[in-house]
Structure formats: C-alpha cells, structure tokens
C-alpha cells in the first residue's frame, strides 16, 4: 500500500465506525484482562458466553482465587484450551494480589510477566484499558496487514513495528479495533469480500474478489 493510501484508508474506517471497540464483554480493566487471556485460539463470541457466568460470580482476582482449579474450570470449559487457561488466570491472579495489591499492571514488562499474558495481550490491555497507542496483532490484523500490503510482515512482531510505524497518529489508537473488525468480517480469510469492501480501492490485493452470483 502507498503511503499516500494510507490516510484515506483509515478515514475511511474512521467514518464507518467512529468508537470503534473490543467485542469482548468487560465491566473493568481485572475482567478485560481475564476476558483477552481467555480468548487466545477462541472466538470473542465463546469468551463471552462463558464469562457472562463466571464474572457476576467472580469478578476479582481474589474471588477467582476462591473459586479454585476445578471451580473455575466450570466456568470455562466450553472454551478452548480451557484447563491450561485456568491454570495460567489463577496464576496471574495470585501474582496480582501478592504482587499488585490485587489491580491490574499498567507497563508492559509488568504485564507480560503475569502467566498466560503474551505481547499481544500485554497490547490490548493497554491499548483499550490505558488508551496506549499499541497494536494487537491477532490473526485477523497479521491477515489484514500483509493482504493489504498495510504492514507486511512474516511475523506477528514485523506486521506491528509496520504498524506502528506507518499508520497516522491521529488513528493508532483506534487502528487495531478497525484493523480486528475489517478481517473478521469483511477481510476474511478464506474469501474476501472485496465487492462490499469500503477500503478496496487502496488496497494491494489482487485480483479482487467478484460477488457471488445470484
């Protein structure tokens, strides 16, 4: 994508979606952090389904710690990877009250040394809990950023230094929610849909994708 592109690809994201936000359901930045670590190799939609019981029964670091392994698991079971999960949330939670006094880190390495908690992870907390300007490379932005040709890269990390680099300061804090959304619903990986595509002209992709026929 050229550079001259890149402004007018996200205005026009901007115009489309002014508030853009997560898709995962959260009352505090405690719930954002257990809802995001859940939901690596799961869909926002299981997440939430499965949080929407857990959180009004617990919904603090000490209330999960008192659910216990198999208590928690309960909770998460429909989830993927669910037993490794509550073991690393667990984990993290006792890290949070003996290490935290029970909130949430605001720094990068404090996050990322919480079990469970990768980069991008570390990325969406502080992006949508702190107002960082970071970028959360899911499947869905390393799709969208090489496809594109946005911010290629062969590496989740590549496609993020691309990003960070190239994408105005006016949109990076909202880039990674418009980014997550246009490949999980109009980008999407199997075939994308070009023809219903608000951002197809300055996009590398090619040839683009015909409509189905009726």
């Not at 930045?29 to 617990?58: I, M």
């Not at 909770?75 to 890290?95: E, P, V």
Request: proline content about 7%; aromatic content about 8%; glycine content about 6%.
């Amino acid at each position: 994508m050229k550079t001259a592109d890149i402004e007018p690809f996200f205005a026009t994201l901007q115009a489309a979606n002014p508030q853009p936000a997560s898709e995962l359901e959260y009352s505090s930045v405690f719930e954002l952090l257990a809802a995001v670590l859940l939901s690596a190799q799961a869909t926002d939609v299981g997440v939430n389904k499965a949080t929407r019981r857990l959180f009004p029964v617990a919904h603090t670091p000490q209330q999960i710690l008192a659910l216990g392994y198999d208590g928690l698991c309960d909770y998460i079971r429909t989830i993927g990877l669910y037993r490794n999960k509550a073991r690393h949330l667990l984990q993290t939670c006792q890290i949070l009250v003996e290490r935290h006094g029970g909130r949430v880190p605001t720094t990068r390495e404090e996050l990322e040394a919480l079990p469970g908690v990768g980069r991008k992870t570390a990325n969406v907390v502080l992006n949508v809990a702190f107002g960082e300007a970071t970028m959360a490379v899911d499947t869905h932005i390393f799709r969208v950023g090489n496809r594109t040709g946005l911010a290629p890269g062969k590496t989740p990390l590549a496609v993020e230094q691309q990003l960070v680099r190239r994408v105005p300061q006016r949109y990076a804090v909202d880039a990674h929610h418009w980014l997550i959304l246009h490949g999980r619903y109009v980008c999407v990986a199997r075939k994308p849909r070009c023809w219903e595509c608000a951002v197809a002209r300055w996009c590398d992709f090619q040839p683009k994708t015909p409509a189905p026929r009726a």
